[in-house]
T-cell receptor
Framework: GNSVTQMEGPVTLSEEAFLTINCTYT??????LFWYVQYPGEGLQLLLK?????DKGSNKGFEATYRKETTSFHLEKGSVQVSDSAVYFC??????????FGQGTELSVKP | GAGVSQSPSNKVTEKGKDVELRCDPI?????LYWYRQSLGQGLEFLIY????????KSGLPSDRFSAERTGGSVSTLTIQRTQQEDSAVYLC?????????????FGNGTRLTVT
């Protein structure tokens, strides 16, 4: 079946450090891939998405590239800020199917 | 416009009691999801409604859990004979007709505590 695996957290970084949060998936067909973010005290919201292989999703300085050959969608940011502290969820969705989330990765950025 | 609204925001109940959780999706959204978020467990899929199609109930953990969606809008998640392991935040989300590309909009959740 379909599944998403993320690197375990918490991840603690200093401000302006480089961020990578790994995400790999297992799916039949050609899923769409997403990153959602949950800031403290807020609901989940979409951060970025990619709907086909080699697409790059980007938003707020974050990027992720849909790699079919490695079944990955790693999240990256070149210089994190304290305000990026949140829980990040990788997710996939197959045609007509439900959205499946990974277990989430907590990021804590220290000034 | 208004986002996804869930009520109540907090619910404390005694073990063995039934609870109903309500979700008001964004108007016009055809897809509606329920998820459960437990500490350290990520987001667990429960049930998915899409338009008039039969719902995908494959994530419901036991027959104590059920959900319905009336008139293609409001949804109610019911948990019968609650157990302590049911304690979690229950999240509702909705999306537009092109559910493969339109993002899910989440409510703020109902925090259920079973004592």
């Amino acid at each position: 079946g379909n599944s998403v695996t993320q690197m375990e957290g918490p991840v603690t970084l200093s401000e302006e450090a480089f961020l990578t949060i790994n995400c790999t998936y297992t799916a039949t067909g050609y899923p769409s891939l997403f990153w959602y973010v949950q800031y403290p005290g807020e609901g989940l919201q979409l951060l970025l998405k990619a709907t086909k292989a080699d697409d790059k999703g980007s938003n707020k300085g974050f990027e992720a590239t849909y790699r079919k050959e490695t079944t990955s969608f790693h999240l990256e940011k070149g210089s994190v800020q304290v305000s990026d502290s949140a829980v990040y969820f990788c997710a996939l969705k197959n045609q007509g199917g439900k959205l499946i989330f990974g277990q989430g990765t907590e990021l804590s950025v220290k000034p | 416009g208004a986002g996804v609204s869930q009520s109540p925001s907090n619910k404390v109940t005694e073990k063995g009691k039934d609870v109903e959780l309500r979700c008001d999706p964004i108007s016009g959204h055809t897809a509606l999801y329920w998820y459960r978020q437990s500490l350290g467990q990520g987001l667990e899929f429960l049930i998915y409604f899409q338009g008039n199609s039969a719902p995908d109930k494959s994530g419901l953990p036991s027959d104590r859990f059920s959900a319905e969606r009336t008139g293609g809008s409001v949804s109610t998640l019911t948990i019968q004979r609650t157990q302590q392991e049911d304690s979690a935040v229950y999240l509702c989300a909705s999306s537009g007709w092109d559910s493969n590309n339109s993002p899910l909009h989440f409510g703020n959740g109902t925090r259920l505590t079973v004592t």
